[in-house]
C-alpha cells in the first residue's frame, strides 16, 4: 500500500535532551499532516497537526515544522522524557482526498 | 471513557471464519474510518464513512471486507472466510466537522489472529 519510508528506524535519546523525528512524505498535493505517538499495543495518539500553509506550529514541548519544497515534516520534542518512548508515525492528507497516508514509523528510546 | 471505543479488543479465529468488529466513535463526530496495522508497519487506510455513507474505499479492501455505519454512529467491520493475511490490528478513528482536514482520534484497535 501507499506509505512513507520502508524501515522503522531507531532514535536513541538521552532523558532531558531536545529529540527531532524526521518524516519525508510523498505527495506534493497533500495539505494537511499529523503526528501520532503510538505505544506498543495500544492505538496512536494525537500529538500535533498542521496544515500546508504554516511551516511551523508549537504545542506543550513539541513543535511541528514543515518545509513543502522539499516535502519534509519533521518533530521536535523538548526536553525528553521516558514516557516519550514510543514509535512515532506522521500522516498526510492528500488534497482531494479523504484518506491519511501514514509513514512506516520512528522507534523513539530515551535513555535514562 | 468519551474515546473511540473498539470491541472485541482481541479475536482468535480459524481460518475460514468470519469476524465482526465493531466501532463506536466519539459522541457527534460525523467522521468514520478504518484502518488496518501490521507489526512494524504504519496503520493502512481501508475505508471512510461521513455519517452513514461510505465515501471512500482502499483496494486493500477486497470483497471479503464489508463496513457499514448504518445509523452514522457506530460502525461494523466484517471479514468473511479470514485467512492468515488477515491477521492484524485494526483500527477506528473518528473526526468532526465535513473538512477532511482535521484531527481524527483512535481507538486502541482490535487485534486479530487466524490459526
Known sequence: GESV???LPTLSVQEGDNSIINC??????SDYFIWYKQESGKGPQFIIDI???MDKRQGQRVTVLLNKTVKHLSLQIAATQPGDSAVYFCAEKPGGTYKYIFGTGTRL???A | DTGVSQDPRHKITKRGQNVTFR???ISEHNRLYWYRQTLGQGPEFLTYFQN???LEKSR???DRFSAERPKGSFSTLEIQR???GDSAMYLCASGEGRSPGNTIYFGEGSWLTVV
Open chain 2, 52 to 54: 452513514e455513507a461510505q
Open chain 1, 109 to 111: 528510546k530515551v535513555l
Open chain 2, 23 to 25: 466501532c463506536d466513535p
Open chain 1, 5 to 7: 519510508g520502508l524501515h
Open chain 2, 82 to 84: 479470514t485467512e492468515q
Open chain 1, 24 to 29: 519525508a512524505y510523498s505527495n506534493s498535493a
Open chain 1, 51 to 53: 496544515r500546508s500553509n
Open chain 2, 60 to 62: 486493500l479492501l477486497s
